[in-house]
Protein backbone atom coordinates (compact mmCIF):
# COMPACT_ATOMS: atom_id res chain seq x y z
CA UNK A 1 0.00 0.00 0.00
CA UNK A 2 1.36 3.82 -0.57
CA UNK A 3 0.11 4.66 2.53
CA UNK A 4 -1.54 8.25 3.41
CA UNK A 5 -1.42 10.47 0.42
CA UNK A 6 -1.28 14.10 0.97
CA UNK A 7 -1.01 16.79 -1.58
CA UNK A 8 0.45 19.00 -1.89
CA UNK A 9 3.38 19.17 -0.34
CA UNK A 10 4.10 22.64 0.00
CA UNK A 11 1.90 25.72 -0.35
CA UNK A 12 2.69 28.98 -0.53
CA UNK A 13 -0.21 31.52 -0.64
CA UNK A 14 -0.70 34.92 0.14
CA UNK A 15 -3.16 36.03 3.34
CA UNK A 16 -6.82 36.44 2.02
CA UNK A 17 -6.32 33.51 -0.68
CA UNK A 18 -8.36 29.66 -0.72
CA UNK A 19 -6.62 26.69 0.58
CA UNK A 20 -7.52 23.40 0.26
CA UNK A 21 -5.17 20.35 1.41
CA UNK A 22 -6.20 17.16 0.22
CA UNK A 23 -5.66 13.56 2.04
CA UNK A 24 -5.82 9.81 0.68
CA UNK A 25 -6.19 7.75 3.01
CA UNK A 26 -4.60 3.94 3.38
CA UNK A 27 -7.68 1.73 1.49
CA UNK A 28 -9.86 0.13 3.56
CA UNK A 29 -9.49 2.30 6.39
CA UNK A 30 -12.48 3.97 8.41
CA UNK A 31 -11.04 6.62 10.50
CA UNK A 32 -9.37 9.94 9.05
CA UNK A 33 -7.75 12.55 11.54
CA UNK A 34 -6.56 16.08 10.32
CA UNK A 35 -3.92 17.47 12.50
CA UNK A 36 -1.70 20.72 12.60
CA UNK A 37 0.95 20.96 14.11
CA UNK A 38 3.42 23.78 15.19
CA UNK A 39 5.94 24.94 17.27
CA UNK A 40 4.47 25.85 20.66
CA UNK A 41 1.40 23.41 20.35
CA UNK A 42 2.59 20.63 18.84
CA UNK A 43 0.73 18.41 16.98
CA UNK A 44 -2.96 19.26 17.32
CA UNK A 45 -6.42 17.70 16.24
CA UNK A 46 -8.30 19.54 13.78
CA UNK A 47 -10.94 16.95 12.82
CA UNK A 48 -11.69 13.31 12.52
CA UNK A 49 -14.02 11.03 11.08
CA UNK A 50 -15.50 7.86 11.23
CA UNK A 51 -17.04 6.11 8.04
CA UNK A 52 -16.64 9.56 6.34
CA UNK A 53 -18.67 11.35 8.97
CA UNK A 54 -17.24 13.54 10.84
CA UNK A 55 -17.26 12.93 14.59
CA UNK A 56 -15.68 15.41 16.51
CA UNK A 57 -14.46 19.04 14.86
CA UNK A 58 -13.69 20.99 18.37
CA UNK A 59 -10.14 20.86 17.08
CA UNK A 60 -11.22 23.04 14.28
CA UNK A 61 -10.04 27.06 14.91
CA UNK A 62 -12.13 29.10 13.55
CA UNK A 63 -14.84 29.29 10.80
CA UNK A 64 -12.78 29.80 8.44
CA UNK A 65 -11.57 25.92 8.28
CA UNK A 66 -13.57 23.32 6.92
CA UNK A 67 -12.97 19.86 6.52
CA UNK A 68 -15.21 17.52 4.05
CA UNK A 69 -14.59 13.42 3.28
CA UNK A 70 -17.20 13.22 0.56
CA UNK A 71 -15.84 9.17 0.00
CA UNK A 72 -13.81 6.81 1.98
CA UNK A 73 -10.43 7.55 -0.38
CA UNK A 74 -10.67 11.34 -0.61
CA UNK A 75 -10.53 14.33 2.41
CA UNK A 76 -9.98 17.75 2.00
CA UNK A 77 -9.18 20.20 4.74
CA UNK A 78 -10.30 24.24 3.19
CA UNK A 79 -8.81 27.30 4.92
CA UNK A 80 -10.87 30.39 3.61
CA UNK A 81 -9.52 33.22 3.86
CA UNK A 82 -6.28 32.14 4.99
CA UNK A 83 -3.95 34.16 7.96
CA UNK A 84 -0.57 33.99 8.20
CA UNK A 85 -0.82 32.37 11.88
CA UNK A 86 -2.22 29.69 9.75
CA UNK A 87 1.26 28.60 8.45
CA UNK A 88 1.98 25.30 9.90
CA UNK A 89 2.06 21.43 8.69
CA UNK A 90 -0.87 19.86 8.26
CA UNK A 91 -0.92 15.74 9.08
CA UNK A 92 -3.51 13.61 7.80
CA UNK A 93 -3.47 10.32 9.69
CA UNK A 94 -5.78 7.26 8.84
CA UNK A 95 -6.97 4.29 11.04
CA UNK A 96 -8.21 1.09 10.30
CA UNK A 97 -10.99 1.03 12.86
CA UNK A 98 -11.98 3.65 15.57
CA UNK A 99 -10.41 2.78 18.82
CA UNK A 100 -7.46 1.46 16.96
CA UNK A 101 -4.60 3.16 18.54
CA UNK A 102 -1.76 3.45 15.91
CA UNK A 103 -2.63 6.29 13.01
CA UNK A 104 -0.70 6.47 10.52
CA UNK A 105 0.57 9.44 9.00
CA UNK A 106 1.00 11.19 5.71
CA UNK A 107 4.23 12.87 5.01
CA UNK A 108 2.23 16.35 5.84
CA UNK A 109 1.70 19.56 3.86
CA UNK A 110 3.74 22.59 4.64
CA UNK A 111 1.63 25.91 4.78
CA UNK A 112 3.08 29.42 4.32
CA UNK A 113 0.76 32.18 4.56
CA UNK A 114 2.21 35.70 3.47
CA UNK B 1 -4.54 23.29 27.77
CA UNK B 2 -2.17 20.53 26.79
CA UNK B 3 -3.25 17.26 28.40
CA UNK B 4 0.02 15.56 27.26
CA UNK B 5 3.61 17.24 28.19
CA UNK B 6 6.94 17.00 26.75
CA UNK B 7 8.90 19.79 28.70
CA UNK B 8 11.89 19.42 26.80
CA UNK B 9 11.92 20.33 23.55
CA UNK B 10 15.45 18.88 22.80
CA UNK B 11 17.80 16.15 24.03
CA UNK B 12 21.65 15.06 22.68
CA UNK B 13 23.33 12.18 23.20
CA UNK B 14 26.29 10.32 22.18
CA UNK B 15 26.03 7.53 19.84
CA UNK B 16 26.36 4.21 22.51
CA UNK B 17 24.69 6.14 25.64
CA UNK B 18 21.29 6.01 26.74
CA UNK B 19 18.69 8.29 25.48
CA UNK B 20 15.69 9.16 27.57
CA UNK B 21 13.06 11.17 26.89
CA UNK B 22 10.22 12.07 29.35
CA UNK B 23 6.54 12.92 28.85
CA UNK B 24 4.04 14.35 31.76
CA UNK B 25 0.24 13.79 31.53
CA UNK B 26 -2.49 15.53 33.78
CA UNK B 27 -5.79 13.19 32.71
CA UNK B 28 -5.57 10.02 35.26
CA UNK B 29 -8.41 8.64 32.71
CA UNK B 30 -5.81 7.93 29.91
CA UNK B 31 -5.03 4.32 29.86
CA UNK B 32 -2.99 3.73 26.88
CA UNK B 33 0.35 5.82 25.71
CA UNK B 34 2.21 5.88 22.59
CA UNK B 35 5.72 7.12 21.63
CA UNK B 36 6.12 8.49 17.86
CA UNK B 37 8.81 9.08 15.70
CA UNK B 38 9.30 11.60 12.93
CA UNK B 39 11.75 12.60 10.92
CA UNK B 40 12.01 15.68 9.22
CA UNK B 41 9.48 16.32 6.02
CA UNK B 42 8.03 12.67 7.45
CA UNK B 43 4.91 11.85 9.24
CA UNK B 44 5.05 10.30 12.30
CA UNK B 45 5.21 6.97 12.62
CA UNK B 46 3.89 4.65 15.51
CA UNK B 47 7.17 3.64 17.70
CA UNK B 48 5.79 1.75 20.69
CA UNK B 49 2.91 1.62 23.10
CA UNK B 50 2.07 0.70 26.54
CA UNK B 51 -0.77 -0.25 28.38
CA UNK B 52 -1.82 1.28 32.03
CA UNK B 53 -2.50 -2.18 33.10
CA UNK B 54 1.87 -2.46 32.93
CA UNK B 55 4.19 -0.42 33.95
CA UNK B 56 6.98 -1.43 31.17
CA UNK B 57 6.85 -1.93 27.38
CA UNK B 58 10.03 -3.26 25.49
CA UNK B 59 10.83 -3.61 22.03
CA UNK B 60 14.55 -3.93 20.92
CA UNK B 61 16.54 -1.02 21.85
CA UNK B 62 13.32 0.71 22.37
CA UNK B 63 11.28 0.70 26.57
CA UNK B 64 9.03 2.37 27.60
CA UNK B 65 8.17 2.97 31.31
CA UNK B 66 4.86 3.85 32.95
CA UNK B 67 4.54 5.41 36.12
CA UNK B 68 0.60 6.24 36.89
CA UNK B 69 0.96 7.83 40.43
CA UNK B 70 2.96 10.28 39.05
CA UNK B 71 1.53 10.05 35.98
CA UNK B 72 4.68 10.05 33.85
CA UNK B 73 6.26 8.12 31.24
CA UNK B 74 9.26 7.95 29.53
CA UNK B 75 11.18 6.34 26.57
CA UNK B 76 14.35 4.80 27.30
CA UNK B 77 16.96 3.89 23.70
CA UNK B 78 19.30 2.05 24.72
CA UNK B 79 22.25 2.06 22.64
CA UNK B 80 21.41 5.19 21.13
CA UNK B 81 22.26 5.28 16.98
CA UNK B 82 22.63 8.45 14.96
CA UNK B 83 19.85 7.18 13.08
CA UNK B 84 17.79 7.68 15.86
CA UNK B 85 17.91 11.22 15.27
CA UNK B 86 14.34 12.38 15.06
CA UNK B 87 11.46 14.43 17.03
CA UNK B 88 9.95 11.93 19.33
CA UNK B 89 5.90 12.61 20.66
CA UNK B 90 4.19 11.08 23.00
CA UNK B 91 0.34 10.37 22.73
CA UNK B 92 -2.68 9.59 24.27
CA UNK B 93 -5.93 8.39 23.27
CA UNK B 94 -9.10 9.86 24.65
CA UNK B 95 -12.83 9.69 24.74
CA UNK B 96 -13.76 8.54 20.48
CA UNK B 97 -10.19 8.71 18.76
CA UNK B 98 -9.47 12.12 20.07
CA UNK B 99 -5.50 11.88 20.24
CA UNK B 100 -3.33 13.94 22.52
CA UNK B 101 -0.19 14.44 21.46
CA UNK B 102 3.05 16.61 23.37
CA UNK B 103 4.68 19.36 21.42
CA UNK B 104 7.46 16.55 20.91
CA UNK B 105 10.87 16.46 21.61
CA UNK B 106 14.42 16.69 19.16
CA UNK B 107 16.63 13.93 19.66
CA UNK B 108 20.12 14.34 18.41
CA UNK B 109 22.33 11.13 18.49
CA UNK B 110 25.93 12.86 18.06
CA UNK B 111 28.20 10.16 16.93
Known amino acids: DAGVIQSPRHEVTEMGQEVTLRCKPI?????LFWYRQTMMRGLELLIYFNNNVPIDDSGMPEDRFSAKMPNASFSTLKIQPSEPRDSAVYFCASSLIIGDYEQYFGPGTRLTVT | DQQVKQNSPSLSVQEGRISILNCDYT??????FLWYKKYPAEGPTFLISISSIKDKNEDGRFTVFLNKSAKHLSLHIVPSQPGDSAVYFC??????????FGTGTSLTVIP
Open chain 1, 27 to 31: SGHNS
Open chain 2, 27 to 32: NSMFDY
Open chain 2, 91 to 100: AAPGDGNQFY
